[in-house]
């Protein structure tokens, strides 16, 4: 039977295990959206809509971060792939899996500059840095091979985004043959002479360590084995939290960005990093002081040689090379290491605990007070604000892809789609959103995306009067505050108008309340916590 090329494409996401799409409909994608209700796709597909291609981006980002299965957004071309780009930035800074489909002006248009509705002259080389590839098709066959390269890449590398224009002529040709998903490719494998290297090395270590990533998602259980064998320290990237507990005695969560981590680091002799770039966002700082011998885990070999070369690199899915190194390393016991490691892992945390500033100890107090009132299961959902930054190293979380904490890219305004995302992606986990005042209005319309959703969504906005890191930034380095002092709006009073619940916690006992309600509300509720509010100060 012959279909359309935008409803062979909706089959296809099918096909390859999409079940949900967000975005925003034009006239460019209506041969997709037709595609959406057509014959046997017929409400197969759920299609969110979001109030700006960003927030659409987002969105498909946060079920990227909660389930490390593919997120995809469906926008037109012009305006909607230049506001979901920010979405694909992000995606490609922390390696997950996004696919951003697009529509494109008619293909006689292309290269003429007639200036036809949403035209930019080559989209693909728009999303092409921030993207795994970007391609546009010229013929509906194209699309297929497109699918399969991409889901290559969500699968079986390391993951990123990828974007594939449609353009209109090619959305609306017959596809007569039917178009099947690829199989799965197996992940790489590490070569047995450097797994046994690695193990000699991490044997023979007076001073080991644990550095974890957020390639490591499914290692953790394996990696705390290993650092408990070999007696070493672990210390999680932003985007590694959780997957080894925080509640760990031998993890000092994100404590990257705390002197206090880094200065252990720097003692080790031996470090394992497993799935991590050691990126500046990890730490802000230039460059972590690794004076030992790096033995570095990755599935990318452009990862191996970079900032920080490894004395041994091993280009591995790392499931596979971690299960490898626990096998070889056979029930090896340091003796009393880990009995020593984990006096001076809490020595840490309590220095840490001890060294916090005003604000710091205000947010250490609000997550704690969360922590109670939330079980192992609810996922975080963090912007880029103060209260995140905090709870990257005083915040536990047990399990991974439980807290989002976009450090890569650190574009403001993702925590609330994120977490749109991850709730549907997740019904059964409750979703909190953490946001600053600054980064909350970056994508508050998405509000309504969660009305339309009838979604059960705690937002807490930290109100400290504006965008303070970087008041705090410009007051240190003495420059008169500019650009930071901005208005906010009266949250309480725009949640009522965007038919959500609101409130103003003043008091712990609110905070609890609200928090409670909220989890049942069928709406978002906003729970707006203004810094240096009394109860924040009690200790
Ligand atoms: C898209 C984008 N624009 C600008 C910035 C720079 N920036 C980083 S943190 C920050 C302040 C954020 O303010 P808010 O969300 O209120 O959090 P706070 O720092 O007050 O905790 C800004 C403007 C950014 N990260 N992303």
């Not at 090619?170 to 494998?189: A, D, F, G, K, N």
């Not at 899915?317 to 290491?337: H, M, P, T, W, Y």
């Amino acid at each position: 039977m012959t279909i359309t090329c935008g409803e062979a494409t909706i089959r296809l996401l099918k096909k390859y295990g999409v079940n949900t799409v967000f975005g925003i409909p034009g006239v460019h994608t209506l041969d997709l959206c037709r595609g959406l209700y057509a014959g046997e796709n017929f409400g197969e597909i759920q299609h969110v809509q979001a109030r700006n291609e960003q927030g659409a981006g987002f969105m498909a980002e946060g079920w990227a971060r909660a389930t490390g299965e593919v997120g995809v957004a469906i926008v037109i071309s012009g305006p909607g792939v230049t506001n979901a780009s920010t979405a694909l930035g992000q995606c490609y800074a922390d390696s997950l899996p996004m696919l951003l489909i697009s529509a494109e002006p008619n293909t006689n248009t292309f290269g003429k500059g007639w200036g036809v509705l949403h035209e930019i002259t080559e989209q693909k080389k728009v999303t092409e840095p921030i993207t795994a590839f970007s391609a546009t098709a010229q013929k509906p066959s194209d699309i297929p091979d497109f699918f399969a390269k991409a889901f290559s890449i969500f699968k079986s590398q390391r993951p990123r985004p990828v974007h594939i224009s449609i353009p209109l002529d090619v959305q609306s040709q017959p596809v007569v043959e039917e178009w099947l998903p690829v199989e799965e490719i197996e992940r790489p494998s590490p070569k047995q002479d450097l797994i046994v290297k690695a193990v000699e090395m991490l044997k023979s270590a007076k001073k080991p360590f644990v550095i974890i990533g957020g390639g490591a998602s499914k290692a953790g259980e394996n990696l705390s084995i290993i650092a408990e064998m070999i007696g070493a320290p672990i210390i999680s990237s932003t985007a590694g939290k959780g997957i080894v507990s925080d509640y760990n005695p031998l993890h000092l969560s994100g404590s990257t960005v705390r002197l206090e981590g880094r200065d252990y680091l720097a003692e080790a002799d031996v470090i394992l990093a497993v799935g991590t770039e050691l990126s500046e966002t990890d730490s802000f700082i230039k460059k972590l002081e690794i004076n030992g011998e790096l033995i570095r885990i990755d599935i990318d070999p452009s990862k191996i040689n970079d900032l920080y070369p490894a004395k041994l690199g091993i280009v591995s899915d790392a499931e596979i090379a971690v299960q490898e190194i626990v096998e070889k390393l056979d029930g090896f016991q340091s003796g009393n290491r880990t009995k020593e490691v984990i006096s001076r892992v809490q020595e840490l945390r309590e220095s840490m605990k001890k060294n916090l500033t005003r604000s710091e100890q205000q947010h250490v107090r609000l997550l704690g007070i969360l922590r109670e009132n939330t079980d192992e299961d609810t996922i975080f959902s963090g912007d880029a604000c103060q209260l995140v930054y905090t709870g990257a190293f005083a915040f536990n979380i047990p399990k991974a892809k439980k807290w989002f904490y976009p450090a890569g890219f650190c574009a403001l305004g993702n925590a609330l789609p994120n977490g749109i995302g991850a709730k549907l992606a997740c019904p059964n986990s409750s979703v909190v959103v953490l946001a600053g005042d600054g980064g909350f209005m970056f994508t508050m319309p998405e509000l309504l995306t969660a009305v339309d959703l009838a979604m059960s969504l705690p937002i807490i906005i930290w109100e400290n009067g504006g965008l303070k890191q970087i008041q705090d930034d410009m007051d240190a380095g003495d420059i008169t505050r500019v650009g930071v002092e901005g208005a906010n709006p009266d949250f309480v009073s725009l949640a009522k108008a965007c038919h959500c619940e609101g409130l103003y916690a003043d008091t712990k006992e609110k905070f609890i309340n609200g928090l409670k309600k909220a989890f049942k509300n069928p709406v978002p509720t906003l729970i707006v916590v203004k810094e240096d509010d009394k109860w924040l100060l009690e200790s």
